[in-house]
């Protein structure tokens, strides 16, 4: 199970985003993804493997952490950054699982 | 560039069957695995199933095992989703998705709606 906190973050443009996925029990580094998705669209790949960018991503998005603590941070919150955040996991069952989701909106 | 469009979304009743199909371009279909992902009204995403590229292999969640079937036409470059015995909770958009450990490209979705 992966627990994200908080349910909505109320920031403002500018401001710095952190983004925390719990896990219930380990998980690879490798497989443990950030996804971004935007109201009334697909979502988006933004992080693999716990910090890799994926292509096209700006730098202002970076993931980090290891075992069962996971966060993606914004640096500086761009407009078109409010959106709802998933992280993901991947086991070798195979089963993938999604987190309940952040809601990162305007302050 | 990547491109996967779903279609066949519909209303079905309770009980009720249908078959989802996810057009793939762009890419060497008969190359990736691929999966389908839906998300509810309002809610999260929640993975579905996944067949291998050479659909020697498929998952699927316990939510749908032995309801939904996932398979392929790689002559077609189509991936299909083959759905009965329908309840109300399987109402949602359906993605189809490219990827292994995590999903790369996504298509834009088809709505299912299961009422009566």
């Known amino acids: 199970v992966l627990t994200q906190s908080p349910g909505t973050l109320s920031l403002s443009p500018g401001e710095r985003a952190t983004l925390s996925c719990r896990a219930s029990?380990?998980?690879?580094?490798?497989?443990l993804t950030w996804y971004q998705q935007r109201p009334g669209q697909a979502p988006r790949l933004l992080i693999y493997?716990?910090?890799s960018r994926a292509t096209g991503i700006p730098d202002r998005f970076s993931g980090s952490g290891s075992e069962t603590e996971f966060t993606l941070t914004i640096s500086r919150l761009e407009p078109e950054d409010f959106a709802v955040y998933y992280c993901?996991?991947?086991?070798?069952?195979?089963?993938?699982?999604f987190g309940q989701g952040t809601k990162l909106e305007i302050k | 560039q990547v491109r996967l469009v779903e279609s066949g979304g519909n209303m079905v009743q309770p009980g009720g069957s249908l078959r989802l199909s996810c057009s793939a371009s762009?890419?060497?279909?008969?190359?990736?695995?691929m999966h389908w992902v839906r998300q509810a009204p309002g809610k999260g995403l929640e993975w579905v199933a996944f067949?291998?590229?050479?659909?020697?292999?498929?998952s699927y969640a316990d939510s749908v095992n032995g309801r939904f079937t996932i398979s392929r036409d790689s002559s077609k470059n189509t991936l299909y989703l083959q759905m009965s015995s329908l309840k109300t909770e399987d109402t949602a958009v359906y993605y189809c998705?490219?990827?292994?450990?995590?999903?790369?490209?996504w298509g834009l979705g088809t709505l299912v709606s299961v009422s009566s």
């Open positions: 993901q996991q991947y086991d070798s069952s195979p089963l993938y699982t």
């Open positions: 067949i291998r590229y050479d659909g020697g292999s498929k």
């Open positions: 762009g890419f060497t279909f008969s190359n990736y695995g």
């Open positions: 029990e380990s998980v690879s580094s490798s497989y």
């Open positions: 493997s716990t910090s």
């Open positions: 998705a490219r990827g292994y450990g995590y999903f790369q490209h």
